[in-house]
Structure formats: C-alpha cells, structure tokens
C-alpha cells in the first residue's frame, strides 16, 4: 500500500522537483565572475603585490598565501614584486622561501625561462647581494643531488 502511494507520489513530484534543479543551477551558473578585478592595469598588478609584501606586519601564512595566488597568475613578476618578496621572507626569516621563491620564478619561465631568469636575477642581484640570499644555482640546487 505505500509502496503504491510513494511511487505515485514520487512520479508525480519528480518533474518539479528537477525543474526547479534545473532553474536553481542555472541562476548560480549566471552569476559567477571568474576574475577579481578584470579591468586592472599591468601597473595596478604590480603595485598591489609591492604593497602586499612590503607590509610590515606581514607573517609567515600571509607571506606564503601571497607567493601561491602570485604564482597562480599566468604571469611572470616583476622584479620590484620579486624584491618586495625576498625582503618579506628576509623580514621574516625564512630563507627557504627565498629559494623557492626563485625557484618558482625560474618555473614559471617556461620554454622561455633561459631568457628570463637570467634577466630577473639580474634585476634583482643587488637585493639579493644586500639581503644576503643565494641563488639555487650559488647553492647548487639547480643540479640532482646524485
């Protein structure tokens, strides 16, 4: 006897039940924004991240959640946020990472990486010489260890 009652009465509301599913997942598909900020400038960019890592309060997660979203962006940094990044990690300490931050900008060259990570430790060599940091390949991490 239910089971006569519930399968009419699921046959009955399942329609309405996957209609307003329906409407309910396209009004959220509609209002998704897949960028933060669409109409910031290149120099907006790197102002934002100089001012994120230049702050003085700056500790160690707010330090390591700024590199991972920076490196989430399909981008290569600047130098000046490069600098404002090692002086963060030089505030703070935490000189591995330095390394990995380099080791990330190198990365993040790609195919074209052998132009442009000897640019940007260019760039950034009289910071790296003031703050006391080593490249990998000072250190030589750039080569297996065995």
Not at 84 to 109: P, Q, T
Request: net charge negative.
């Amino acid at each position: 006897m239910f089971r006569l009652a519930f399968r009419r009465f699921s046959t009955a509301v399942r329609p309405i039940v996957t209609q307003r599913l329906n409407k309910q997942s396209l009004a959220i598909a509609s209002v998704r924004n897949f960028s933060e900020n669409p109409d910031e400038t290149d120099e907006q960019f790197d102002a934002r991240w100089e001012a994120y890592f230049n702050k003085p309060d700056i500790d160690d997660w707010e330090l390591r959640r700024g590199l991972n979203e920076l490196h989430g962006h399909d981008c290569v940094p600047e130098p000046k946020i490069i600098i404002a990044a090692l002086k963060a990690c030089r505030r703070l300490n935490d000189s591995a990472m330095a390394i990995r931050l380099l080791e990330a900008v190198k990365f993040k060259g790609g195919v074209s990486a052998s132009v442009i990570y000897p640019y940007v430790i260019q760039e950034i060599k009289p910071a790296l010489e003031e703050l006391g940091i080593s490249t990998p390949e000072e250190l030589g991490l750039d080569k297996p260890a065995y």
